[in-house]
């Protein structure tokens, strides 16, 4: 079946514009994870949503940062005011739900901040 | 609080021999440990996971891994390694000590490259 999609697959925007980073995760999967990759780094966890339970929103680093899951499908990662330090891969993922259950990544959006 | 260390960023090994990526975690209750592989230009893979149960749990691509508790390791191992595994590799753990923390927490990664 098909995998986790994830859109614009790069993005180049200006120092101060508003982005937003959409990603459809696998059918009937109810966990839905956005994560950072920064480049040399490992994976750095942003925000986590399971199924109409509130948002785990704890790896968020700064309020610029927003994320939202309509419908318990689609979900979208807003960055606000980028600055060049939020210039790295995006990584979102999905799982059947949390915990023991393996997570399937999407392939990422590249987003550089200039 | 929970951590993962890949202490080799670069692991070579020769095409055929055995091979072994490294990880150690540190949690406050029982891990769920996780390997996962990514390609150049590509989302992570899930390889394989330990949940419970046997310490020895066989995965994707002929890949292995033994969970060690006294050791806190899972240390990723192929009885013979193929060009084509040449990869970055992430272990990662979730502590299931920490009731609604269901992120995984990911190592820096070690890429691994098999000489022909």
């Known amino acids: 079946g098909a995998g986790v999609s994830q859109s614009p697959s790069n993005k180049v925007t200006e120092k101060g514009k508003d982005v937003e980073l959409r990603c459809d995760p696998i059918?009937?999967?109810?966990?839905l994870y956005w994560y950072r990759q920064s480049l040399g780094q490992g994976l750095e966890f942003l925000i986590y949503?399971?199924?109409?339970?509130?948002?785990?929103k704890s790896g968020l680093p700064s309020d610029r940062f927003s994320a939202e899951r309509t419908g318990g499908s689609v979900s979208t990662l807003t960055i606000q005011r980028t600055q060049q330090e939020d210039s790295a891969v995006y990584l979102c993922?999905?799982?059947?739900?949390?915990?023991?259950?393996?997570?399937?990544f999407g392939p990422g959006t590249r987003l550089t901040v200039t | 609080a929970q951590s993962v260390a890949q202490p080799e960023d670069q692991v070579n090994v020769a095409e055929g021999n055995p091979l072994t990526v490294k990880c150690t975690y540190s949690?406050?209750?029982?891990?769920?440990l996780f390997w996962y592989v990514q390609y150049p230009n590509r989302g992570l893979q899930f390889l394989l996971k330990?949940?419970?149960?046997?310490?020895l749990v066989k995965g994707s691509y002929g890949f292995e891994a033994e969970f060690n508790k006294s050791q806190t390791s899972f240390h990723l191992k192929k009885p013979s390694a193929l060009v084509s595994d040449s990869a970055l590799y992430f272990c990662?753990?979730?502590?299931?000590?920490?009731?609604?923390?269901?992120?995984?927490?990911f190592g820096t990664g070690t890429r691994l490259t098999v000489i022909p």
């Open positions: 993922a999905s799982s059947r739900q949390g915990g023991r259950y393996e997570q399937y």
């Open positions: 059918s009937g999967h109810t966990a």
């Open positions: 949503f399971q199924g109409n339970s509130a948002p785990d």
């Open positions: 949690v406050s209750g029982n891990p769920y």
């Open positions: 330990y949940i419970t149960g046997d310490n």
């Open positions: 990662a753990v979730r502590d299931t000590w920490q009731t609604g923390a269901n992120n995984l927490f």
